[in-house]
């Protein structure tokens, strides 16, 4: 009663009936239908009870024709429905087809500066992004000789942040430069240092490391880890290290590799992996067999590894240590660089690479993604193209210190990049364009991208926008190169293999640091994987420090097996150690 009163308005009210006296009520009978006793004497439902049995075929055959009618009805309606779905569908896919830019490389305007930075030139730039009030790695940045540092505003930065010897961009300064990119732009992120890019471009840089303000430079000199010049006298010259694509048999005989390589591994750290890296990938624990040599000089984007904190992801963050306690991961600080060849690709970061000028292109920060995942695809795009102009990746020794703050990592950011990454790299290196300049290869692969899912088309007028702007601000693209791509991979030779064998560094498994043996023996169980994958082990440890090594086995071979079962004689239920009984009483 009360739901028929919120939902119905009220009615008006009804006349009385009229007050019939008994004798005025007749009964009304059928013309049609034979007079029966109980006409006179029963109430009025034995008539239709009596004439339904007696019309009972005619009931039936009534039915069956208005419900056949109905059937054929809501077919037909049905079947336009149908219709009008596919065809909403199809409207909707071709509303939704992204758009391919129609830009003209070669005809963009300048763009000139106008403000008080505009007569000021040099050719090193430091960009790093500042959310807070400079930081003591932001301070040791500035004291490098020969690089001029740019603080790269947002949202969260202070009005009033400023440090003498920096150049300082706000949220109102940056808009006032006429970029295109700027209304693409979050106005809380780091990837608007897209903004600083252009602003050193503009300024005469020729070489940009691109920074963070929580790192600090070892021993305050880029130039001693990297190759800040790649010609002239303060070359280094000599030749470089260079993987070699592993090659594996398949059941078909031919042989493929992985595209992507761990080079924390040839640094030292078997078991860390880099942010970027495929899950499905974590597992290859092996350095390289051998490595070739190339000359130096192309390697135009130059990846550091950095000390402490290395860039890891939020699962080996999460699953190396526990409570409070502090990453202090260090590598090999004597391993020899290594460069990635054509079809190899490696992750690369936004807090301590150094780009050259022929790679300038390849900075630029996606903005439909993950902010944790926009410097991850950054590098993966760049090393494709890198390919299509000669140059390489190559990655260097620690060249910075990096403090962990226990601050959290966001797996809800990186969710998309675990799960598209290894796609995303397979994809690349499939990769083919006819397009005749750089800059047209860029845009399609961008469009490509986005086609594939793997950002939207909102970064497809990004990259138009960032292309237009390099160009706007003095930027000269470089020339393609003519390469086969689908060549067979020459097969290097005996005679031919450099030699290196990379250290086995100690690293932590939930507060507990790796030995040698503990190193050596990941490598080995590693390979196991897929034949004891469905196996218990069950382990008795009887020495003294039970809770330490009870850690220590269920981190090395819980990655292998399907479930360790760990016993002793003094249990802790705490650390999983079970039973509390002498060796021999095991089996009883």
Known sequence: MFVQDRSKPAAAPSPPPPN???????????????????????????????????????????????????????????????????????????????????????????ITDRTKYSTFRTERWIVVSVSSPPTDGVRALVRMKGWQVLAIGNADTPTDWQLKGAIFLSLDDQAKLGFRIIDHLPYNSYVRKNVGYLFAIQHGAKKIYDADDRVEVIGGDLGKHF??????????RGTMLQYVHREVQN??????????????????????????????????????????????????????????LPDVDSVFYFTRKTGFETFDIRFDDHAPRVALPQGLMAPINSFNTLFHGPAFWGLMLPVSVSSMASDVIRGYLAQRILWEMGGCLAVYPPTVHRVDQIQLYPFAEEKDLHVHVGRLIKFLVSWRSNMQTLFDKILHLSYSMAEEGFWTEQDVKFTAAWLLDLLAVGYVQPRLMTLELDRGRIVIGHGDPKEFVPLKLPSMHLGVEEGGAVNFEIGNLIQWRKNLGNVVLIMYCDGRNVNHTALEWRMIYGRVFKRVVILSEQANPERGIEFGGKYWEVYK
């Open 20 to 110: 019939y006296s008994k004798s005025q009520i007749k009964p009304t009978r059928l013309p049609h239908l034979p007079k029966h006793k109980e006409d006179e004497e029963g109430p009025h439902n034995t008539l239709g009870l009596s004439w339904f049995s007696q019309n009972l075929s005619k009931v039936l055959v009534f039915s069956f024709a208005l419900a056949t009618a109905a059937i054929v009805f809501f077919l037909f309606r049905a079947s336009d429905a149908t219709a009008f779905c596919f065809q909403s569908a199809s409207l909707r896919e071709i509303e939704s087809k992204i758009t391919y830019p129609q830009v003209q490389f070669n005809s963009v305007p300048p």
């Open 227 to 236: 190759d800040v010049e790649l010609d002239g006298e303060e070359a280094r």
């Open 251 to 308: 059941k078909n005989n031919s042989h493929v590799g992985s595209p992507v390589v761990n080079p924390y591994i040839h640094f030292g750290q078997r078991s860390v992996w880099p942010r970027g890296l495929p899950l499905e990938n974590v597992g290859d624990l092996g350095h390289e067999e051998f490595y070739t040599e190339v000359n130096g000089g192309k390697q135009f984007i130059q990846q550091g590894i950095s000390n402490g």
